[in-house]
C-alpha cells in the first residue's frame, strides 16, 4: 500500500470508535429483537420500534434545522423503501427469530449485499456484473446452502426461520438498489430521507399491524427488558447508529464505512452466545465465513480494485437501518 491508501494513526483514531460502535449497536440489535418477541407479535415490535426510530430521527432534523421532502414524487418511491427497507424486513426477522438463535438472524443478514448485487444488475441496472463479483456470488451462493446444512435436509420450524430471515436480507436487496435509482439523485439530506422512510413505515404498519395481529398493547403493561429493547432497536438501532453512519462515511469515505457489514454478524454471535447462552452447528459459523468471503470478493476488497469504483450494493444515500438491522 502506498502513503495514498494508507490512513495515518489520527485519521485512524477520528474513525475507528464510532466504526465499531455502529457494529455493536447493529450486532446487538437481534439479540433486542429476541427479547421484543417474548411478549410482542413481530409486528407490534416492528411498529413499536420504527415509531420510535421515526421520533428520534425527527429530534434529529429539527435539533440539525433540516427538512422533511415536499415533493409527492419522492413520497411515492419512499412507500416502495419504507415497505422492502424497513416494514418486512424487521417483521420477517421477528418472525424468524421466533425459530432461529439470534446469532444465526445476524448471519443471514451479512447475505444482504450478495443478494442486491443480482438485483441491481438484471432489475435496476444501477451496477455492472464483472468476473470478480460473480465469482463472489458464487461464493456467497456456496456458503447460504453450508449455513442452511442442506445435507441435512430441509423442513422443520428451524428452516423456515432462516428462510424468513433470507427473505428480510432478500427485501433489502430489493430496497437499496431501488433507492440508488430513484431517490439518490434528489437534493435532499439522507437525514432528511431516512426520517420520511420511517414515518411511512410507521404508517404502513399502524395500517397492517392491527388487521394481522390485532390492537397492540400498552407499553406501560411490557416488562422493563421488553421495553428497553424497543428503544434500544428504535432509538440507539435506527437514531443514533444513523447519525454514526454518516459519520463514518464523511470521515473514512462510503467504501470503509461499508465493511461494517464484516463486524455486525460477529458482534450478533458474541452477543447471542454471551448474553442468551446459545450454540450455533459447526456448519453456521463456517458457512457464514464462506458468505462474508463472497461479499469481499464482490465487493473489492479481495483482490484489487480501482480507485473510486463504486462498491457493489452500496447505496449513494444510506437508508436508516440500510442492513437491516
Known amino acids: 500500500m502506498t502513503s495514498h491508501t494508507t490512513p495515518d494513526r489520527a485519521a485512524l483514531g477520528s474513525w475507528l470508535p464510532g466504526f465499531l460502535a455502529l457494529a455493536a449497536i447493529w450486532g446487538s440489535s437481534f439479540l433486542f429483537i429476541k427479547v421484543g418477541i417474548e411478549e410482542l407479535h413481530p409486528l407490534h415490535l416492528t411498529l413499536y420500534r420504527v415509531a420510535t426510530g421515526a421520533a428520534t430521527l425527527l429530534v434529529v432534523l429539527v435539533l440539525l434545522r433540516d427538512r422533511l421532502p415536499r415533493e409527492p414524487r419522492v413520497w411515492a418511491h419512499?412507500?416502495?423503501?419504507?415497505?422492502?427497507?424497513?416494514?418486512?424486513?424487521?417483521?420477517?426477522?421477528?418472525?424468524?427469530?421466533q425459530r432461529v438463535e439470534s446469532m444465526l438472524a445476524g448471519i443471514w443478514n451479512a447475505t444482504t449485499p450478495l443478494i442486491v448485487l443480482p438485483l441491481a444488475v438484471l432489475a435496476f441496472r444501477t451496477e455492472r456484473l464483472t468476473t470478480r463479483s460473480a465469482v463472489g456470488l458464487g461464493l456467497g451462493f456456496l456458503g447460504v446452502l453450508v449455513v442452511l446444512g442442506v445435507w441435512e435436509g430441509v423442513g422443520g420450524a428451524h428452516f423456515?426461520?432462516?428462510?424468513?430471515?433470507?427473505?428480510?436480507?432478500?427485501c433489502y436487496g430489493v430496497a437499496i438498489p431501488y433507492q440508488k435509482k430513484f431517490i439518490a439523485g434528489s437534493s435532499h439530506s439522507g437525514l432528511s430521507l431516512s426520517a420520511a422512510q420511517l414515518l411511512v413505515a410507521t404508517a404502513q404498519l399502524a395500517i397492517v399491524a392491527p388487521l394481522v395481529a390485532g390492537a397492540p398493547p400498552v407499553p406501560t403493561g411490557l416488562s422493563l427488558p421488553v421495553v428497553a429493547s424497543v428503544l434500544a432497536l428504535g432509538a440507539l438501532g435506527t437514531g443514533l447508529a444513523?447519525?454514526?453512519?454518516?459519520?463514518?462515511?464523511?470521515?473514512?469515505?462510503?467504501?470503509?464505512?461499508?465493511?461494517?457489514t464484516y463486524l455486525v454478524p460477529i458482534f450478533a454471535v458474541l452477543i447471542g452466545a454471551v448474553v442468551l447462552g446459545e450454540r450455533l452447528n459447526w456448519h453456521q459459523p463456517v458457512g457464514a465465513l464462506i458468505v462474508l468471503l463472497g461479499v469481499a470478493v464482490a465487493q473489492g476488497v479481495v483482490g484489487r480494485r480501482r480507485p473510486g469504483t463504486a462498491v457493489a450494493g452500496v447505496p449513494a444515500v444510506p437508508a436508516a437501518e440500510p442492513a437491516a438491522r
Open 242 to 260: 444513523f447519525v454514526i453512519n454518516l459519520r463514518n462515511i464523511r470521515l473514512a469515505g462510503a467504501s470503509t464505512a461499508s465493511t461494517v
Open 160 to 170: 423456515t426461520g432462516q428462510l424468513m430471515c433470507l427473505g428480510a436480507a432478500a
Open 78 to 97: 419512499l412507500v416502495v423503501v419504507a415497505a422492502f427497507g424497513v416494514a418486512i424486513p424487521f417483521t420477517l426477522f421477528g418472525f424468524g427469530e
